[in-house]
Nanobody
Framework: QVQPVESGGGLVQVGGSLRLSCAASGRTFSSYHMGWFRQAPGKEREFVAVTSWSGRTTKYLDSVKGRFTISRDNAKNTVYLQMNSLKPEDTAVYYC??????????????????WGQGTQVTVSS
């Protein structure tokens, strides 16, 4: 079992950058795929990025490809989301989630077993 805790959100201007961190407690962090999702007001939770348990495989939402980078440090039980060239449409609460490795790398919320409480990212124009 892991418990993700996000940090690093905040207010940034259009074109700026933020790095989100997700520290997960538990001794089996490296056994989980780790994903980032976001949810804007009035919208459904949306997949943003995922990294496999090893870090060798990553997947992204099309609209963030080339701007966001997901990475993980299993020695620190931490996953990161580097966000560059931010746009107003990136404004949302960002959630970190952990998925057991059975059944592949999930890209929908239903595929994840443990969730953090979220961190707000606001991009102002």
């Amino acid at each position: 079992q892991v418990q993700p805790v996000e940090s690093g959100g905040g207010l940034v201007q259009v074109g700026g950058s933020l790095r989100l961190s997700c520290a997960a407690s538990g001794r089996t962090f490296s056994s989980y795929h780790m994903g980032w999702f976001r949810q804007a007001p009035g919208k459904e939770r949306e997949f943003v990025a995922v990294t496999s348990w090893s870090g060798r495989t990553t997947k992204y939402l099309d609209s963030v490809k080339g701007r966001f980078t997901i990475s993980r440090d299993n020695a620190k039980n931490t996953v990161y989301l580097q966000m560059n060239s931010l746009k107003p449409e990136d404004t949302a609460v960002y959630y970190c989630a952990a998925a057991r490795t059975e059944g592949g790398i999930p890209m929908t919320p239903r595929g994840y077993d443990y969730w953090g409480q979220g961190t707000q990212v606001t991009v102002s124009s």
